[in-house]
């Protein structure tokens, strides 16, 4: 089983700045999830890596997932994404506002 305190994330989140350069990431707050990192990005933003086995497709099951709950128009706020996973050696990234 993966321990995601013992994966570096560092990689991916420099990829991170390169796809998302409009992202404020003047003071992220990083956490992680069993599978994941995350980090939280100004006042709208999560980004989101995974690591877990079978990443590339929990990552874009997860990401159909969200649309499909905000095209519900529910009468509670849904996280959207607010761009398509995407991959890089440390891992797929998504992310959803906040």
């Known amino acids: 089983m993966l321990n995601t305190l013992e994966v570096d994330s560092t990689p991916a989140w420099s990829a991170l700045e ?3 350069p409009h992202l404020d990431r003047a003071q992220p707050q ?3 999830g069993a599978f ?3 980090a939280v990005l100004g006042q709208s933003v999560v980004a989101r890596v995974s690591f877990a086995n079978g990443h590339a497709a ?3 099951s997860e990401h159909q997932n969200l649309e499909a709950f ?3 128009r ?3 706020a849904v996280p959207s ?3 398509e996973p995407f991959s890089t050696r440390a891992g797929p990234l998504s992310s959803i506002p906040l």
Do not use: K
Request: aromatic share 14%.
């Open 74 to 76: 529910l009468p509670f």
């Open 30 to 32: 990083f956490s992680h």
């Open 81 to 83: 994404p607010v761009h």
């Open 58 to 60: 929990q990552t874009r």
């Open 36 to 38: 994941h990192h995350a």
């Open 70 to 72: 905000a095209d519900l």
């Open 18 to 20: 390169s796809v998302w």
